[in-house]
């Protein structure tokens, strides 16, 4: 997802349901970068929590117990999801009206309704992998990838998303 998203250096990624942690770290660990999660659970946010202080990484990354659509995001670069399809389209508006042109969004697995990707990635789930597809872990999955600034071009006026 990271490669996908092209996180380079200077980027700020959001990741809305953050889990483990996972994401987050990696990106702080591999990419220096600054990153946050957000979580409605507050076991996952402890797990987190713990994940970024085993990987020492705690100076870049910050875990916050809220739900994804009340959240700050506006200084985000770089968004992932690994939601429901039914979660992204809810969070549509939100993304539009919340983020910054040409900010990246990436969803693992899920699209995001009519909102048409730049690239798709396709690879082998793991099983362990959250939310996979655990009747058929060697599913391929996929991942989505667009920009804001992309979408803006196609589309006429945020209410006309709302609206979709
Ligand atoms: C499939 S896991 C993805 C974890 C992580 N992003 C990853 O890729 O490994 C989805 C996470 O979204 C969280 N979640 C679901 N609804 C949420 C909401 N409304 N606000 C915040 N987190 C939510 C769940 O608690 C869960 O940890």
Same mark, same amino acid.
């Given at each position: 997802?990271?490669?996908?998203?092209?996180?380079h250096k200077g980027d700020i990624l959001f990741d809305l349901g953050s889990g483990d942690g996972r994401i987050v770290v990696t990106a702080a660990k591999q990419?220096?970068?600054?990153?946050?999660?957000?979580?409605?659970?507050?076991?996952?946010?402890?797990?987190?929590?713990?994940?970024?202080?085993?990987?020492?990484?705690?100076?870049?990354?910050?875990?916050?117990?809220?739900?994804?659509?009340?959240?700050?995001?506006?200084?985000?670069?770089?968004?992932?999801?690994?939601?429901?399809?039914?979660?992204?389209?809810?969070?549509?508006?939100?993304?539009?009206?919340?983020?910054?042109?040409?900010?990246?969004?990436?969803?693992?697995?899920?699209?995001?309704?009519?909102?048409?990707?730049?690239?798709?990635?396709?690879?082998? /789930?793991?099983?362990?992998?959250? *939310?996979?597809?655990? &009747?058929?872990?060697?599913?391929? #999955? =996929? /991942?989505?990838?667009?920009?804001? *600034?992309?979408?803006? &071009?196609?589309?006429?006026?945020? #209410? =006309?998303?709302?609206?979709?």
């Amino acid at each position: 997802m990271l490669k996908l998203a092209n996180v380079h250096k200077g980027d700020i990624l959001f990741d809305l349901g953050s889990g483990d942690g996972r994401i987050v770290v990696t990106a702080a660990k591999q990419f220096g970068i600054r990153a946050t999660g957000i979580d409605i659970n507050p076991v996952r946010i402890a797990e987190a929590n713990e994940n970024a202080q085993k990987n020492g990484v705690t100076g870049l990354v910050q875990f916050r117990n809220e739900d994804l659509f009340e959240a700050d995001i506006k200084d985000a670069s770089v968004v992932t999801l690994y939601l429901l399809t039914s979660l992204n389209l809810k969070l549509r508006p939100k993304l539009w009206h919340d983020l910054k042109p040409g900010t990246r969004i990436v969803s693992q697995t899920f699209d995001m309704g009519d909102w048409e990707p730049e690239s798709r990635k396709w690879w082998k /789930a793991t099983p362990s992998f959250c *939310g996979g597809f655990p &009747r058929a872990p060697r599913r391929r #999955s =996929e /991942a989505w990838r667009g920009t804001l *600034g992309a979408l803006a &071009r196609r589309i006429s006026s945020p #209410s =006309e998303l709302v609206t979709r």
